[in-house]
């Protein structure tokens, strides 16, 4: 069988973190099973829906390595093959025209409220005989639900579902202006394009039973679903756009490295035994939707930044510095070709204690920034003696054709000798004078990561 997979985003917004895992177990599935996977942007929401953030989607998926095929199915061209189909199952007998006024809605959603049971439509107009239609009345298109009897769905994460029919109402498949509603259109769509596994969030499970009577109803051979459970925040409460981690752009704009996040989020109610770090080939290799738990996910911020901390860590440094160049580029400035050298062969230290990409900025700011501001506190450090000792270091510095760690030990160590100090008494004020601070990187490393002038003109500054 061959596997057809789907992810169907609206353009109202930011791609929320909670899309973004259902992508991507679209996406491991369908690759897994040498399939294809479909990026579809449901853009019937014509005063919702941005181009900017139909972009924005697109662009954020690629980001992270889910690449779809073909182009993006965009919905709201397939609108007169929804419209087409609802008119069949008029036709048919599972659809009908409903001409209840929004005022006799409320009425009925009223009397229910007062009664404590859950408002369903009446179906006053699903076998109509005697009601006189009115005139100068657009109706809606209202799918006849079944009536009796169960509908059962073998969801491949969350077993067999089944619930009674008369729970579900007679919904609208089309509006009275004759745009197609949600159920309609995903039906549709997921028809045209042969989907056969349509994996989404367990907040769509009633959306699943509604739309398998679509199915049945037109002949259609229903596909596999799967209903994965949805992502909490720390606080154990359902993640929203209002938590400052639910859109992908809030982890971009952090420093998380794409491949650690594509990591985290396939560890988030997916296990295989115990294995925690995942290349990307391996995830594809190992998916299954055996692995997805039944349980909402907690998202863990700690966890992502140990795991993004793992990717610096591991990573070959020309790729980080890649990832590096791409996050300053977007989020803070683009360097000039002198600094992005001086970072780039300074990077095997700068990423020493670095969880972001933020971090290996702040760490680098002394290579980028040629003007070093001290605080007064640190420039209390600065005693007569630590001046002695920056005047000699930079005298032999002058007297160096070129810097390296072998001459740059052997000065040190005489300067130790000569003021009768210790290696810190030697360090502290020439980090102090290049860094600003007494903390940062080993001091070789320091002095090795800046040009010879650098170190010598900061030097003098601080004396």
């Known amino acids: 069988m061959s596997f057809i997979c789907r992810f169907a985003p609206s353009p109202t917004g930011p791609l929320h973190i909670g899309g973004v895992r259902t992508a991507l177990f679209n996406w491991l599935l369908a690759k897994k099973n040498k399939g294809k996977y479909f990026l579809r942007i449901e853009d019937t929401d014509k005063e919702r829906s941005k181009e900017e953030f139909k972009k924005q989607i697109i662009s954020s998926l690629e980001w992270l390595g889910i690449q779809h095929d073909d182009k993006e199915y965009i919905q709201s061209k397939n609108i007169s093959k929804h419209i087409k189909i609802a008119e069949e199952l008029i036709k048919n007998g599972f659809a009908y025209r409903c001409y209840c006024t929004e005022e006799e809605i409320n009425e009925q959603k009223e009397n229910c409220k007062k009664r404590g049971i859950p408002y369903v439509y009446n179906r006053k107009w699903r076998d109509a005989k005697d009601l006189n239609i009115p005139k100068n009345l657009q109706p809606v298109i209202r799918f006849k639900s079944k009536i009796s009897g169960n509908t059962i769905i073998k969801d491949l994460v ?62 259609w ?44 989020l396939l560890r988030l109610g997916w296990s295989y035994k115990d294995k925690e770090i995942f290349s990307k080939q391996e995830s594809i290799d190992l998916f299954d939707l055996t692995g997805v738990g039944k349980s909402p996910s907690k998202l863990d911020i700690s ?59 702040e760490n680098s700011q002394y290579i980028i920034n040629d003007k070093i501001d001290i605080s007064e506190e640190n420039k209390r450090l ?27 030990e052997s000065l040190i160590k005489s300067l130790i000798n000569k003021h009768k100090t210790n290696f810190k008494g030697i360090g502290q004020p020439i980090r102090v004078g290049l860094t600003g601070s007494k903390f940062g990187p080993g001091i070789f490393d320091l002095i090795l990561s800046l040009e010879k002038s650098d170190v010598i003109q900061r030097l003098k500054k601080i004396i």
């Open 158 to 219: 969350q077993g067999e579902r089944n619930i009674s029919n008369s729970t579900i109402e007679d919904f609208i498949i089309l509006r009275k202006d004759k745009s197609p509603t949600y159920q309609l259109s995903a039906t549709v769509d997921d028809h045209e394009m042969k989907i056969t596994h349509v994996i989404r969030g367990d907040d769509h499970m009633i959306n699943s039973f509604k739309q398998k009577q679509i199915y049945e109803a037109m002949g």
């Open 221 to 264: 051979k229903v596909p596999n679903f799967a209903h994965i459970p949805l992502i909490h925040s720390e606080k154990g409460k359902k993640l929203s756009k209002r938590d400052n981690a639910a859109t992908l752009e809030d982890y971009m704009k952090i420093g998380i490295i794409s491949d650690a996040l594509r990591n985290y």
């Open 382 to 408: 600065i005693d007569d003696l630590s001046k002695k000792i920056i005047i000699d270091f930079i005298n032999e510095c002058e007297k160096m054709k070129t810097f390296n760690r072998e001459e740059l």
């Open 303 to 361: 966890r992502i930044y140990s795991i993004n901390e793992t990717y610096i860590k591991t990573l070959d440094e020309k790729e980080l510095f890649d990832h590096f160049k791409e996050y300053i580029s977007k989020y803070k400035k683009k360097l000039e070709k002198s600094k992005e050298a001086q970072v780039f062969k300074s990077i095997s230290f700068l990423k020493n204690k670095a969880k972001t990409l933020e971090d290996i900025w």
